[in-house]
């Protein structure tokens, strides 16, 4: 009983470490466990493998043995015909040997229903043997981990002094950022600088540093031009004067160097249009003059009408995304504010803004140092000498000359050549002084902001030596994908290795359950070997003497002369001692050694109470043929003794 509950209780156990594992692999709590690749990483793999392997065959053996024992004793403790025993004890010696007793099923039918099950169960758990390995493995996969790697930072530090930089060869090179094939620009975008990635071993996305130059641009207005004086001024209407010495053709954006306000503050000349102005017109509109040639002799006037732009630049610290293989930008972490609309300040505005610090205090060196864009004068006709006479050229000192950082601004805004380098004299009869270009604010403040961080970005490219400066080394946290290995549950062998270990249980409880009408008895019997066999013919003549009449010992003869009913948990150790009481050797006629039949079943006693054989006669279990054989039996063992008193006689 307690082998038939030691086997269930393990076919359970089986099941329910399946069941285990079903519910880890739905949570890949294995995943977990992530072993880096080494040079042992194979060892390990192996190590598991077998582990595994020894882990099913030492269970499975021992399931087997369990149930094959449960089995046995099942069969022995019931009346079944002498071929189903020796059918299902022959199963048990293996899958091969359980196929060919299937097979012989076909010959002389005895058990096959047994024998099935017997081969079932070696069959499941040949599955388990053939899963066993394959279950858990180590499996190879990307896994992301995070690492500090080292970035060129975008904006100088403090300690750099922006006074020393060659901002003529640096505006002189901003303009073609963005244009030529081939030259890249990570690190600038728009009017961000951020920090570049030195390392691209990473995925995905990457935070870095980020600096946004914030551009908040305004009309002055209350301003007039006066020409009474030589030169003639910008002033204020309560008498405030700033220097101007030149009056701008139309469609131009001119920064305006020359007026002393806040270091943080650009001002520009402006004479497009403007574009959705909140301001009243009348009181940010200066009013200038241009004189032009109608005819080749014929000076005429006319009023560009120009605007003063105000900016005040600031800077934003914020931080950026970028790829982490391209260093290419791909969002900021926070804004800077862009106008919707033009509002309008008085001058005073142009002198009250906050101030940066020292070192910082550079966005007008630009424009002051961009040299010009190459081009004759924009002269009007006042200001002309000899105009008539082309050869003779135009003066150097008349007009003004816009320089490669307006040109590069204008160009931003989105203007066309022809606005941005009009003819160097207007053309004769030219007085189409019209804007044909109309600037918004929010246009304005992004180009503006723009220019200054190509400026900056150019430097840093340059480097020290080449007039700008030397990026300091920062740090940013990216992913990298790292080769490693884990712990995997593999689900199709599993799902066989569940299925086997439920069908192993029902298979297991077929074969060994015990009915209650016929509980197992206690016999010495308890495996179905060769020695046990012979054991069992040297008790029992009639199952030796029914066996022995088969002339040819070939198996289908054999399993048929076996198809009578025995009940072998009748030869138990009580039953033996009673009646083996005087099993000894003796030597016979010939020679040779052999056993008494004294020890013989019952029903093969050649005496009996006459209460006895009629009990036997009852049940049916003393037949003609056991008789028969009895007979047989006697007359081989009386004839030598017959013989030999012959012989005696005779002498």
Same mark, same amino acid.
């Given at each position: 009983?307690?082998?038939?509950? &030691? ?109 099935? &099950? ?118 204020? *209407? ?13 469609? *131009? ?207 840093? *490219? ?152 009629? *009990? ?36």
């Amino acid at each position: 009983m307690s082998l038939r509950r &030691s086997c269930y209780c393990l076919h359970v156990a089986l099941i329910a470490l399946h069941l285990c594992l079903v519910g880890i692999a739905v949570r890949h709590t294995e995943h977990s466990v992530v072993v880096t690749i080494t040079s042992k990483t194979g060892m390990l793999t192996t190590a598991l493998s077998a582990s595994l392997q020894a882990f099913y065959t030492i269970y499975t053996a021992l399931l087997v043995y369990l149930t094959q024992r449960v089995s046995l004793s099942r069969r022995l403790s019931q009346r079944q015909m002498l071929t189903t025993i020796h059918d299902v004890t022959g199963a048990w010696g293996g899958l091969g040997a359980a196929l060919d007793g299937l097979w012989q099923q076909t010959k002389v039918v005895a058990s096959p229903l047994g024998v099935l &099950s017997v081969t079932a169960y070696l069959l499941n758990i040949s599955v388990l043997h053939i899963a066993s390995s394959s279950i858990i493995q180590f499996q190879t996969f990307n896994n992301t981990v995070t690492a500090s790697v080292p970035t060129a930072v975008g904006w100088p530090d403090s300690s750099v002094d922006y006074n020393g930089f060659d901002w003529a060869t640096i505006s002189s090179l901003a303009p073609s950022v963005g244009n030529l094939s081939g030259l890249g620009n990570a690190g600038l975008t728009n009017g961000t600088v951020y920090d570049v990635l030195l390392d691209n071993t990473g995925i995905g996305n990457a935070t870095v540093n980020a600096t946004t130059i914030n551009a908040d641009c305004a009309l002055v207005a209350g301003m007039i031009y006066d020409t009474t004086g030589n030169p003639a001024q910008l002033r204020t *209407q309560n008498g405030g004067a700033f220097l101007s010495t030149f009056v701008p053709w139309k469609d *131009q954006v001119l920064c305006n160097t020359n007026v002393l306000t806040a270091s943080s503050v650009l001002n520009f000349f402006v004479t497009t249009a403007i574009e959705g102005s909140a301001a009243p017109l009348d009181r940010t509109t200066i009013p200038m003059n241009w004189t032009y040639y109608a005819s080749a002799s014929v000076i005429s006037n006319a009023t560009i009408d120009m605007s003063w732009v105000t900016c005040n630049i600031s800077l934003l610290r914020t931080s950026a995304i970028a790829d982490a293989q391209t260093n290419t930008f791909l969002s900021s972490i926070s804004e800077a504010p862009i106008s919707s609309t033009w509002i309008s300040v008085s001058p005073d505005f142009l002198f009250d803004q906050p101030q940066e610090t020292v070192n910082e205090l550079w966005f007008s060196a630009p424009f002051i140092s961009a040299p010009l864009i190459g081009i004759d004068p924009i002269c009007s006709a006042s200001e002309a000498t000899d105009v008539i006479d082309v050869a003779a050229g135009l003066p150097g000192e008349c007009g003004y000359q816009p320089s490669m950082l307006d040109a590069y601004l204008m160009q931003l805004l989105g203007m066309d050549a022809s606005q941005i380098n009009p003819f160097p004299i207007p053309g004769i009869d030219d007085s189409n002084i019209t804007s044909s270009f109309a600037l918004s604010v929010d246009r304005m403040e992004t180009a503006l902001s723009r220019v200054l961080a190509t400026m900056m970005w150019t430097a840093g *490219q340059l480097g020290e030596v080449g007039g700008g400066f030397n990026h300091s080394i920062g740090s940013a946290t990216i992913t990298r994908l790292v080769l490693e290995t884990r712990l995997n549950i593999n689900w199709i062998p599993l799902s066989f290795a569940l299925f086997a270990s439920i069908v192993l249980w029902g298979l297991a409880i077929r074969m060994t359950h015990v009915d209650s009408e016929n509980p197992l008895k206690a016999n010495a019997i308890n495996s179905g070997g060769v020695l046990e066999l012979i054991w069992l013919a040297s008790r029992l003549p009639a199952m030796r003497d029914a066996i022995g009449r088969v002339d040819s010992p070939n198996i289908d003869y054999l399993r048929a002369a076996g198809r009578f009913d025995v009940l072998l948990a009748n030869v138990g150790e009580e039953n033996l001692a009673a009646k083996h009481y005087d099993d000894y050797e003796s030597q016979g006629p010939q020679g040779v050694v052999r056993p008494r039949y004294t020890s013989i079943p019952i029903e093969d006693a050649p005496a009996l109470p006459e209460t006895t054989v009629d *009990q036997f006669l009852d049940d049916g279990e003393l037949t003609l043929d056991f008789v028969e054989l009895n007979i047989n039996r006697l007359r081989s063992e009386i004839e030598p003794f017959a013989l030999k008193f012959q012989e005696l006689v005779r002498l």
